[in-house]
């Protein structure tokens, strides 16, 4: 398999679809802004079926992949057309893994403190419902923000599943066919755009109005899988300023992780967008953050801590000691996140033919998670408007305590980054 017929990690197709325009291959020079934004919607059912593939052929489970691909059974009945190219099973598998576990990480500090997660771009995306049968539902409460043409159906497919509607705490509201609204778990029709103050009269709403439900008070983390990526670069930056800067302040403890693309200049990162381009798929933040060092930067521009989790356990970076930033391609995850005994079942499920392709591809995208506990000078109080625990003891907010505090993101400090 060339290096040219190699696109990403979640549209990579055993058997290509048409292109958006039949005849031609949209560019995104011509393309409208509503066109442009159809084919990003469209990228949901090919994460969806990359999703089911992997699982299909044992490298995940997830008993709710076959339920948001449209016609997925009866597609894979009818020429296998869900499974793709090994290489690509392989990504998808290892950025599942990678961002579970700092999630589960993330759940599992300090059980007893309700958490919140918002994911970005969300899509057809499983992971509240596999969180809902692993964590009680009633110390987490989780948002999805997707375009309404994405949210309408997933709810439709929620309402007709017993399996699904099972795990969705009552009482259940529906204002609209977009909109879904629980104790636990809220669906949010919104362009992601306008939560950039700057360039939408939305400026004018408050928060709880845009993003009802959504608590600025809870320790939270924030989820972007290749959504932001499709933002112009100054839209993409505001939303995620917004988003920990203004809506999440400085006392509340904040996380992020990014899954995108790095690397476009060399050669293969080349082939790459230009293989997405001809579908009409633009990577906009793409050139401004192409690599890990700059990741990392733009995590600080955002208001993490500029050290890895390493650092930030040594206080090697004290001005930060309460933040931190860990980056890594998905080759490095591969080579020191995944375990020798689970590396030789992986192996065992397909053959990856060409060991050199699997790497310059792994070599073009990463994970990227970033954490901040309370603002310095709470830190340097002891106390913080969210609390914490101290040797096992509650603290109330505001209070002081010389002894060893635990927060939060405790379980990500010892997370290794990749060396940069």
Known sequence: MAANRIPNLTTFRRNPQPAAHPGRAPTTNTTTAEEQDRIVQQTDQDASVSRLSAVELGYLEDPFAELFVNGGQQAQREGGRTRRFPIINRGTYIRTRAIDHLVTRFLDSLPSVKKQILSLGAGSDTRFFRLATQFPVQSLVYHELDFPALTGPKISTITRSPLLTALVPEPLSLPSTTSLHSPSYHIHPIDLRTLDPSSSPSHHQSPTTQLPHVDPSLPTLIISE??????????????????????????????????????????????????????????????????????????????????????????????????????????????????????????????????????????????????RDRDSEEADDGGGASGGVVDGDEVPAGAKDTRTRKEVWDGWRDVEGQEI
């Open 226 to 371: 290749c959504c932001l990526v499709y933002l112009a670069p100054h839209a993409a930056d505001a939303v995620a300023t917004y988003l920990t800067r203004t809506l999440f302040p400085p006392s509340t403890p904040l996380g992020m992780i990014l899954y995108e693309p790095i690397r476009s200049h060399d050669a293969f990162g080349q082939v790459m967008v230009a293989n997405l381009a001809a579908r009409g798929i633009a990577l906009q933040t793409l050139r401004r953050y192409d690599s890990l060092a700059a990741q990392r930067e733009r995590m600080v521009k955002y208001g993490f801590g500029a050290g890895t989790g390493a650092e930030a356990r040594n206080q090697k970076c004290p001005e930060r000691a309460n933040g931190g930033i860990g980056v890594a391609d998905v080759n490095h995850l591969w080579d020191k996140g995944v375990p020798a005994e689970e590396k030789a079942r992986v192996a065992g499920l397909e053959m990856v033919d060409e060991l050199e392709e699997w790497e310059l591809l792994a070599a073009h995208y990463c994970v990227v998670w970033a954490w």
